[in-house]
């Protein structure tokens, strides 16, 4: 044992003067703590009570599920996923062979009227993507 | 049989050439946009319409994300 232990041992067992008003006194007349009688008495519940909790809080153990649960979800969730885009992409596709089948439509009947409609299609994307990147600044994010 | 080599003064193959490309275009976009919740459909028909800007836009103002927004000074 140190020195240092030794003395702090000793000065743990001093006897110390207790005021009638529940305040602790050292040998110097120094006040060390002040507690009231009720302060002492919620002190001692709030002790009784955090050990209780505690010791009820260590019976209870919740049901973790396991791993395989989590990575059954994962996949569950995926595969719904990955169905819905071949849904969507099928829907495209019938969408895109209905305007390729117009446009080669355009480009047999007359040149000139598929420049003016590359030239139309051009100038609204643009002028969509623009509005959105507006609109993006504005509210921070451009998402459907 | 000329008529049938070409429509409208443009060769088939060249027609069909530019037909795949736009599907893979469009293909490309919507999956990718649809994948960022960015208009999906939009882009994808652009893409069908047209080669290659919609691809170099879609790049510019999607992927990359110009212009960034200007930071609000509280």
């Known amino acids: 044992m140190t020195k240092e232990r030794k ?10 003067k207790t005021g009638s008003n529940g305040s602790v006194h050292d040998d110097n007349s120094r006040l060390v703590e002040t507690t009231t009688p009720a302060e002492a008495q ?27 649960a989590f990575e059954q979800l994962v996949g569950e969730q995926r595969a719904r996923s990955r169905n ?51 609109s993006k600044e504005e509210a921070g994010e451009w998402r459907t | 049989m000329e008529d049938l080599e070409k429509l409208g003064g443009v060769p088939v193959w060249l027609l069909v ?13 919507f999956i990718d946009a649809k994948r960022r919740s960015r208009f999906p459909w939009f882009w994808g028909l652009w893409g069908l319409i047209q080669i290659p800007m919609p691809f170099i836009i879609y790049w510019i103002v999607v992927r990359k994300g110009w212009p960034r927004p200007r930071r609000h000074r509280e």
């Open chain 2, 17 to 29: 050439l530019i037909g795949a490309a736009a599907l893979c275009q469009s293909t490309w976009l």
């Open chain 1, 7 to 16: 003395d702090k041992d000793v000065q743990a067992e001093k006897p110390r």
């Open chain 1, 84 to 134: 819905r885009l071949w849904r969507d992409l099928f829907a495209f596709w019938a969408v895109a062979a209905l305007i390729l089948s117009l446009m080669v439509l355009v480009v047999e009947s007359s040149i000139i009227g598929f420049v003016i409609l590359q030239a139309t299609v051009f100038v609204a994307a643009i002028a969509f993507v623009a509005t959105g990147v507006r």
């Open chain 1, 42 to 68: 919620w002190e001692g519940m709030e002790q009784e009570l955090t050990a209780a909790l505690e010791r009820w809080d260590a019976r209870i153990e919740p049901p973790l599920p396991p791993m395989a």
